[in-house]
């Protein structure tokens, strides 16, 4: 009967640890994609630096390189009364987003461009990364390994 309390006390406290720590743990740290914007409701500027070679407006990616063979899945025009943009991947892969000034025509180079990644979630319609501003008024190219991949993009 002693022993049984003792055990009984012994688990209690290390719930109530473990939930301590569990409570005092640090969060995560969150990790942005980040380019440094000229002001509110701008293009931005692009700093970024060995990039990889991107394609041009509307074709996919070439056969090398990071993104290889990925296909352009959506293209959301320059809009220079947006307020609010965000892309979240739904899919299992992960995608390739190009940002860029929306100047270049269809079949030319992107002007004032840079690329970034959003990771998958662990299969078809679960959480992955995902991308938001408030301030870009760009057009942004977003493609992935296969056509059929879940991309949600909102604009306001």
Do not use: C, H
């Not at 012994?10 to 409570?23: C, G, K, M, Y």
């Not at 991107?54 to 290889?68: K, R």
């Not at 860029?100 to 990364?129: I, W």
């Amino acid at each position: 009967m002693i022993l049984s309390k003792k055990i009984m006390v012994f688990t209690s406290i290390l719930l109530v640890l473990s939930t301590e720590i569990a409570l005092a743990a640090p969060s995560s740290k969150l990790q942005y994609a980040t380019s440094a914007e000229t002001g509110q409701n701008s293009l931005g500027a692009d700093y970024s630096t060995n990039q990889p070679a991107l394609p041009n407006v509307g074709a996919n990616f070439s056969s090398s390189g990071p993104y290889a063979n990925y296909i352009l899945i959506a293209t959301v025009p320059a809009n220079s009364a947006r307020t609010n943009i965000e892309i979240d991947n739904n899919s299992g892969s992960q995608i390739a987003v190009i940002r860029d000034d929306g100047t270049a025509g269809t079949g030319s180079a992107p002007v004032n461009a840079s690329v970034f990644p959003l990771a998958g979630g662990a299969g078809t319609g679960s959480q992955g990364g995902g991308w938001s501003s408030q301030t870009f008024q760009g057009r942004l190219q977003i493609y992935a390994p296969v056509s059929t991949a879940q991309v949600a993009v909102m604009e306001d």
